[in-house]
């Protein structure tokens, strides 16, 4: 098991701000960037979504926050990815996604977490720690944090705080 002390899952150079207006369009246009960088297969974007359709990835934050925009953890198999990351997406558009946890549910999101992992043990443990994330970072912190639109902004909180939650748990 990798320590995130010493392993980041992010990656300043893969943080996106999207323009796109549906999940095909959002997932090709991150997916022909990651692929280009060697990061993913061929096979990555039609794969994540067909598992998109088949397992939908929207989480309905207004449980936690009324004014915590909702979010997409989208994934897909291990041997369509080579390396282990969380690619933020921000989304300038809401873009409607159906609900992890019953999935006849529709919603709009505004952020993506896209969990790139090559170790098919670990895809839980990544999508635990997001969810960690969303527990343990205080309401004002999340709701300035969904407002940053410089992708280094981005990158700069989530990387502080899950390097400061992987110390805490060790």
Same mark, same amino acid.
């Given at each position: 098991?990798?320590?995130?002390?010493?392993?980041?899952?992010?990656?300043?150079?893969?943080?996106?701000?999207?323009?796109?207006?549906?999940?095909?369009?959002?997932?090709?246009?991150?997916?022909?960037?990651?692929?280009?960088?060697?990061?993913?297969?061929?096979?990555?974007?039609?794969?994540?979504?067909?598992?998109?359709?088949?397992?939908p990835?929207?989480?309905?934050?207004?449980?936690? #926050?009324?004014?915590?925009? /909702?979010?997409?953890? =989208?994934?897909? @198999?291990?041997?369509?990815?080579?390396?282990? +990351? &969380?690619?933020?997406?921000?989304?300038?558009? #809401?873009?409607s996604?159906? /609900?992890?946890i019953? =999935?006849?549910? @529709?919603?709009?999101?505004?952020?993506?977490? +896209? &969990?790139?992992?090559?170790?098919?043990?670990?895809?839980?443990?990544?999508?635990?720690?997001?969810m960690?994330?969303?527990?343990?970072?205080?309401?004002?912190?999340?709701?300035?944090?969904?407002?940053?639109?410089?992708?280094?902004?981005?990158?700069?909180?989530?990387?502080?705080?899950?390097?400061?939650?992987?110390?805490?748990?060790?």
């Amino acid at each position: 098991m990798s320590n995130l002390a010493t392993d980041p899952l992010f990656n300043e150079n893969e943080v996106f701000i999207s323009n796109a207006s549906n999940q095909e369009e959002v997932f090709r246009e991150v997916a022909e960037s990651l692929y280009k960088k060697d990061l993913v297969t061929e096979d990555f974007i039609n794969n994540l979504l067909e598992r998109e359709k088949n397992y939908p990835t929207g989480i309905d934050m207004s449980v936690v #926050s009324p004014k915590i925009p /909702n979010i997409a953890i =989208p994934h897909t @198999e291990s041997e369509f990815v080579k390396t282990r +990351m &969380i690619v933020p997406i921000k989304l300038t558009n #809401s873009i409607s996604f159906h /609900n992890m946890i019953d =999935p006849s549910k @529709e919603f709009d999101v505004r952020f993506l977490f +896209m &969990i790139l992992n090559d170790d098919p043990e670990g895809q839980s443990n990544i999508l635990a720690q997001i969810m960690d994330f969303m527990a343990r970072t205080s309401e004002n912190e999340l709701v300035s944090f969904f407002k940053a639109s410089d992708p280094k902004d981005i990158y700069s909180f989530l990387n502080r705080k899950f390097m400061q939650y992987a110390k805490d748990n060790d």
